[in-house]
């Protein structure tokens, strides 16, 4: 259930975006209100991180307009952003070592004043985060010594410490197995229906995608996109159209899948 609003969180208002020759999108338009998670769904390539770039202010656009909170994006500093917007990149790497309470913590710097210092409190958000995603004995372990899929879950515990309104995610679920996916799914999940967040996460599994988001975005290529609810935009056809093979649906009358339908063995 969405959380009642006076307005949406994040929203485009006929914004074009390019990066070199690809066209990402022309004139998109779309409200995230609190409550709602995205799926940004599309081949690769067609330019889903360069579009969460771009909703965080770091790609620039060509025309049109993003507000954050009902206040123009290009008006704001980031000083003004962090507290407010978030994003998860698709790459986690750490340059200085840290362990992971040290390095989770990072996530509470938006919110502090010049020359302060993290509070108990502030360290209680770092410890129940890394607990959320499983990291809870790993605290005192350096960030260095952490495989691909703990390097992914404290990015994240990461960014829930710094507890933004709105959560730009590039593919969250890399490097998981499935029981770390649904979990870190679920947390986000949670967050944005019992605290009125949004999330824009982009990534490949479909099915993922259909279990979790509420709404999603189909980058279909040359600047084309289809924008809203779940339920009426993942579908067969549109998805065999967004990916250039012959998605099906499977419906074993408790859960509904999608399916590669390659060409049949002869």
């Known amino acids: 259930m969405e959380a009642a609003t006076s307005g949406p969180l994040l929203a485009l208002e006929q914004v074009s975006i390019r990066i070199g020759p690809v066209v990402v999108a022309n004139d998109l338009s779309l409200a995230a209100l609190p409550g709602q998670f995205w799926g940004v769904l ?3 390539g067609v330019g889903k991180t360069t579009l969460l770039k771009t909703l965080a202010g770091l790609h620039p656009h060509c025309h049109g307009q993003i507000q954050l909170e009902g206040r123009p994006l290009a008006t704001l500093s980031r000083r003004e952003i962090a507290p407010r917007l978030g994003m998860l990149t698709q ?3 750490y340059a200085f ?3 992971c309470e040290e390095t989770a913590l990072v996530g509470r710097h938006p ?3 010049a020359w302060s210092r993290e509070s108990r409190a502030d360290r209680a958000m770092a410890r129940e985060a890394l607990t959320e995603l499983g990291l809870g004995d790993l605290a005192k372990r350096s960030c260095m010594q952490l495989s691909g899929g703990e390097s992914r879950r404290l990015a994240l515990a990461t960014l829930l410490v710094q507890d933004p309104a709105v959560l730009l995610l590039d593919e969250p679920t890399n490097h998981l197995d499935p029981a770390n996916q649904v979990t870190i799914l679920n947390v986000l999940g949670r967050r944005v229906r019992d605290q ?3 999330a824009i996460m982009a990534l490949h599994e479909v099915n993922l995608a259909a279990c979790y988001c509420s709404h999603v975005l189909l980058l279909l290529g040359d600047g084309q996109w289809l924008a809203g609810p ?4 993942l579908t067969a056809r549109h998805l065999s159209r967004l990916y250039r093979c012959r998605i099906r649906l499977v419906d074993d009358g408790q859960q509904k899948v999608f399916a590669l339908a390659g060409e049949p063995q002869r």
């Open 97 to 99: 070592d840290a362990n």
């Open 42 to 44: 599309g081949p690769n």
């Open 111 to 113: 919110h502090l004043q």
């Open 196 to 198: 009125g967040k949004t």
């Open 230 to 233: 779940t339920a009426e935009l």
């Open 91 to 93: 790459h986690t790497r």
